[in-house]
Antibody
Framework: EVQLVESGGGLVQPGRSLKLSCAAS????????MAWVRQAPKKGLEWVAT????????YYPDSVKGRFTISRDNAKSSLYLQMNSLKSEDTATYYC??????????WGPGTMVTVSS | DIVMTQGALPNPVPSGESASITCQSS???????????LNWYLQRPGQSPQLLIY???TRASGVSDRFSGSGSGTDFTLKISSVEAEDVGVYYC?????????FGAGTKLELK
């Protein structure tokens, strides 16, 4: 059974950093692109980052480019999101998602990040 | 960026009736390979999103055949035949033709 479990969320002050993790199981992690998608409270979905199977290619929207870094450890079947210079508008639930092709077929339950002083 | 615009539903929808959700993209999502990179997701209350339809009309594994996707390069429809209680939630369309991947604002389905 495919499982994605995010962790690392919490309350953080503006300007500080936080690193999210996603533990994957039930499939060959190294064969899949992976992504992060976030959802601000009571709002819609926003794509945050995507990483290729080897980690050599990464993609970001302008809203997080230069502040967020997606990475992966295929030996540990783990996905990460390093978030720096956090802003209040980064407050959201962050989902880890698997991307077998041009879609996200499995999503984790999410981890909440609150940026506030 | 490609803008995705979703239509509203005349909520609440009577149980057993059909419902159609529309989505429009600001640019054609038809790729040169013949695939149209438009996906549909359902987010049930308190849950994470789940994939319903990908490449405009291909049903994801385990998804009921009451869900069907159709459309052209810029105008898309998700049809739910015989709406049931488990269909309640917010439906999102997403374009995957190019980065940044963008989602529609969501369409809420409520059951009568």
């Amino acid at each position: 059974e495919v499982q994605l479990v995010e962790s690392g969320g919490g309350l953080v002050q503006p300007g500080r950093s936080l690193k999210l993790s996603c533990a994957a199981s039930g499939f060959t992690f190294s064969n899949y692109y992976m992504a992060w998608v976030r959802q601000a409270p009571k709002k819609g979905l926003e794509w945050v980052a995507t990483i290729s199977t080897s980690g050599s290619r990464t993609y970001y929207p302008d809203s997080v480019k230069g502040r967020f870094t997606i990475s992966r450890d295929n030996a540990k079947s783990s996905l990460y999101l390093q978030m720096n210079s956090l802003k209040s508008e980064d407050t959201a639930t962050y989902y880890c998602a698997r991307a077998p092709s041009w879609y996200f077929d499995f999503w984790g339950p999410g981890t909440m990040v609150t940026v506030s002083s | 960026d490609i803008v995705m615009t979703q239509g509203a539903l005349p909520n609440p929808v009577p149980s057993g009736e059909s419902a159609s959700i529309t989505c429009q993209s600001s640019k054609s999502l038809l790729h040169s390979n013949g695939k149209t990179y438009l996906n549909w997701y359902l987010q049930r209350p308190g849950q994470s999103p789940q994939l319903l339809i990908y490449w405009m009309s291909t049903r994801a594994s385990g998804v009921s055949d009451r869900f069907s996707g159709s459309g052209s390069g810029t105008d898309f429809t998700l049809k739910i035949s015989s709406v049931e209680a488990e269909d309640v939630g917010v439906y999102y369309c997403q374009q995957f033709l190019e980065y940044p991947n963008t989602f529609g604002a969501g369409t809420k389905l409520e059951l009568k």
